[in-house]
Each structure stands twice: as C-alpha cells, then as structure tokens.
C-alpha cells in the first residue's frame, strides 16, 4: 500500500498469477478517487480518508468478486463503514482538541469548482456544517445528497431499514438547511470577497476591512496548540477586522496568494516561503460572514498538490 493509501503493485504482485488481484486492484483504483471524497466528506480529515481507504483495499482484497454484483456500491459501503467507524473516534479525539477545530484543507483541481455541488460539499464552511450532525445522520446525508445513492443502498452501507434511512435523511436535510448559506455561493462571488479582503490587507484600510466583513462575521483559528491561533471564535466585524488587518505586518517577509482551496477561491500565507496559513472565507450576500483560519502544520500537506476529489 503507498502513503496514500493506493495498492502499490508490490501489494498486487504475489496474487497475480491467480488473476483475482489484478482484478480487484484495478476496480479498486478506478474507483479510488470518489472512495477518497465520500471518506473525507464524512470525516473533514484526509489524513484519516486515506486510511480508511488502506482499510477499505484490505478488506476489498479479501472479497471474492464472483460474488459482487456492483464493485462501485460494494466498494462504497465498505468505505462508508470503515469511515463511521473512524468518525465516532475522531469524536472523542476532537473533544481534547486544543482551540477551535477545522477541517483539513485541500489544494482542489479546476474541475472540482466546475461541479458546483462538490464544490459546495467540500467547502469549509459545509464541512462544518456537517460536524454539526450526528455520524449517522452524516453519513446519510453525504450519501444521499452528495453522491445521489438510493435508500436501500444506504440502508446497507449504515446497517438500517430504508424506512429509517429515509427518516435520518429528512432530519438531516432540516438540519444543514438551517445552518448552510441562504444559497450555493458562486466561485466569482467568494473570490471577489477574497479579493477585497486581501486588499484591505495590503493597505491596512480598516474601513475597508469592515466593508466587507458582515456585522455578526465569525473568525475561527486552527493552531491545534502548535501554532499561535484564537483560542475560541471570535464574532463581530468591529473585532475581526483589526486582527485581519494586523496580518499587513507581515509584509516583509510574507506572501499572501489566491488558491482553489476545497473547491473555492482561498488565500495562502506564506512565511519566508513556507506555508503558515490557508484562509478559507463563507460568503453570504456578498460579505464575508465566516473566516476560517488553518495554521496546524498537521493539516497543510495536502495544500502542497492537488488532490483529485470525484462523485
């Protein structure tokens, strides 16, 4: 298994001969991409997506493929399983988190932000969002509003009826559409927040920075008590803002560039070349009401290359 959790062809080598590796890895590695992003869209870690992906290929490689009738499914309740398994434990981990925790964030591909319902999925502000929901009510959810998958299938994957699928699914549809933006913000409209954000930065205009900042604006930092970062949210515009404009000190030594971070437009410190900072934005109506703030060394890996994310 590589560190991505991928079989390595020494994994597939000793049971080639018999033709049913080969077989299974190439099924597994078809659909290894989309496995990834129902994982990370269940857990906000890709860390630990890739490895329920390693468990999810150990166990694949144990099936006898004779008797699968849809490899994708098989594949993705495999997945799903490994995944709620991993979740209630990351709950527990989470709860000795030090400071405000954030998803992992991703350098996405162009084509993610082309889908515009994966990119609103993989957003920041929806996967925080759905930390708000119950692991089961998650998994339904994700699976059933992001990758379309029938009742009966879910019933499968969670180990419930498809009367009681339905029943979750209802519950967390109420739930995400109280607490997601009022709409599916377009890329154009986060990454002109974004822009007027950096340049109320690179002024050091606080009226500028207040502009374009909603009133009631949130502003989450993620250290994970390694970095220096909020130990609680901050709220309000007359707060954030000079802490926003404080990052003009800078200057001299940082660079403040746009990315496609989990599908939308983000900014990326850099600090003597290195990646200190990603900050993510939630956008509604035009003004920024959610910065989030991602400084764990543990967390900006995968903002080093793309990550290929499917439906």
Same mark, same amino acid.
């Given at each position: 298994?590589?560190?991505?959790?991928?079989?390595?062809?020494?994994?597939?080598?000793? #049971?080639?001969?018999?033709g049913g590796m080969d077989s299974a890895t190439e099924t597994f590695v078809t659909h290894r991409n989309l496995l990834?992003?129902?994982?990370?869209?269940?857990?906000?870690?890709?860390?630990?997506?890739?490895?329920?992906?390693?468990?999810?290929?150990?166990r694949w490689a144990d099936v006898d493929l004779a008797t699968v009738r849809e490899p994708r499914a098989y594949l993705v309740r495999i997945t799903t399983r490994q995944a709620l398994s991993r979740l209630r434990t990351l709950g527990r981990r989470k709860e000795s988190y030090v400071g405000p925790w954030l998803p992992e964030p991703l350098l996405t591909a162009p084509d993610v932000a082309e889908d515009v319902e994966l990119a609103d999925s993989v957003s920041m502000a929806m996967l925080l969002v759905l930390e708000t929901l119950a692991p089961t009510e998650r998994a339904v959810?994700?699976?059933?509003?992001?990758?379309?998958?029938?009742?009966?299938?879910?019933?499968?994957?969670?180990?419930?009826?498809?009367?009681?699928? $339905?029943?979750?699914?209802?519950?967390?549809?109420?739930?995400?559409?109280?607490?997601r933006p009022r709409g599916v913000v377009s890329a154009t409209e986060t990454r002109e927040a974004l822009e007027a954000f950096q340049r109320a930065i690179a002024t050091g205009d606080l009226q500028?920075?207040?502009?374009? #900042?909603?009133?009631?604006?949130?502003?989450?930092?993620?250290? +994970?008590?390694?970095?220096?970062?909020?130990?609680?949210?901050?709220?309000?515009?007359? $707060?954030?803002?000079?802490?926003?404009?404080?990052?003009r000190r800078f200057s001299a030594t940082a660079s403040l560039r746009p990315?496609?971070? !989990?599908?939308?437009?983000?900014?990326?410190?850099?600090?003597?070349?290195?990646?200190?900072?990603?900050?993510?934005?939630?956008?509604?109506? +035009?003004?920024?009401?959610?910065?989030?703030?991602?400084? !764990?060394?543990?967390?900006?890996?995968?903002?080093? $290359?793309?990550?290929t994310l499917r439906r």
């Open positions: 298994m590589s560190e991505h959790g991928e079989p390595t062809g020494d994994t597939a080598g000793p #049971l080639a001969d018999g990834f992003t129902v994982a990370y869209e269940m857990l906000g870690s890709a860390a630990d997506a890739e490895d329920v992906l390693q468990e999810t290929w150990l959810f994700v699976l059933r509003e992001v990758f379309d998958l029938e009742y009966d299938e879910i019933a499968e994957a969670i180990g419930k009826t498809p009367a009681a699928v $339905r029943q979750i699914a209802h519950r967390a549809r109420a739930h995400v559409a109280a607490r500028s920075m207040l502009d374009i #900042l909603a009133p009631d604006v949130v502003f989450l930092g993620d250290g +994970g008590g390694i970095k220096e970062a909020a130990p609680a949210p901050i709220v309000g515009a007359d $707060r954030v803002a000079p802490l926003a404009v404080s990052l990315a496609q971070v !989990n599908g939308y437009p983000a900014l990326i410190l850099r600090l003597d070349g290195e990646i200190d900072t990603v900050i993510a934005v939630r956008v509604d109506g +035009g003004l920024i009401t959610g910065l989030y703030a991602v400084r !764990n060394p543990e967390k900006l890996s995968r903002v080093e $290359r793309e990550t």
